[in-house]
C-alpha cells in the first residue's frame, strides 16, 4: 500500500506561483508513475501532469504545459507539482496519485490517491 498526502495549497492571486507536494508513505514510489490531477466544483477530474517512475520523462495536459512542473524526489519519497503563472481556471481540488499503468493520462490508471489539496486562484 502507498499512502499519498498532498499539501501546499492555498490561495494565490493570479499570475502567482504556488508548489504542491505530495508526501509518500508505506512503500517507496520509486517504481510507480505518480500523476497530479484537478478537478473543480461540478466538473469532472482531469489530468494535469505526469512523471514515469525512472524520472525520466514527464508529461502535460495542454492547460499545464508551460506553466506547470512535475518533478520527484525519491530519496525524499515526495513529488511535487511547481505551478506558475496561474490562472482563475486553475482552481481546483489537485491530488496526487501512484500507478504502474501506461495509460497515465487518466484516472484509471492509477491505483492510489492522496485526498487532495485545494488550489484557489483569485482575479
Known amino acids: 500500500q502507498v499512502q499519498l498526502v498532498e499539501s501546499g495549497g492555498g490561495l494565490v492571486q493570479a499570475g502567482g506561483s504556488l508548489r504542491l507536494s505530495c508526501a509518500a508513505s508505506?512503500?517507496?514510489?520509486?517504481?510507480?508513475?505518480m500523476g497530479w490531477f484537478r478537478q473543480a466544483p461540478g466538473k469532472e477530474r482531469e489530468f494535469v501532469a505526469v512523471i514515469k517512475w525512472n524520472g525520466g520523462y514527464t508529461y502535460y495536459a495542454d492547460s499545464a504545459k508551460g506553466r506547470f512542473t512535475i518533478s520527484r524526489d525519491n530519496a525524499k519519497n515526495t513529488v511535487y507539482l511547481q505551478m506558475n503563472s496561474l490562472k482563475p481556471e486553475d482552481t481546483a481540488v489537485y491530488s496526487c496519485?501512484?500507478?504502474?499503468?501506461?495509460?497515465?493520462?487518466?484516472?484509471?490508471?492509477?491505483?492510489?490517491w492522496g485526498q487532495g489539496t485545494q488550489v484557489t486562484v483569485s482575479s
Open positions: 508505506g512503500r517507496s514510489i520509486s517504481s510507480y508513475n
Open positions: 496519485a501512484a500507478g504502474y499503468s501506461y495509460k497515465y493520462y487518466v484516472s484509471s490508471a492509477y491505483d492510489y
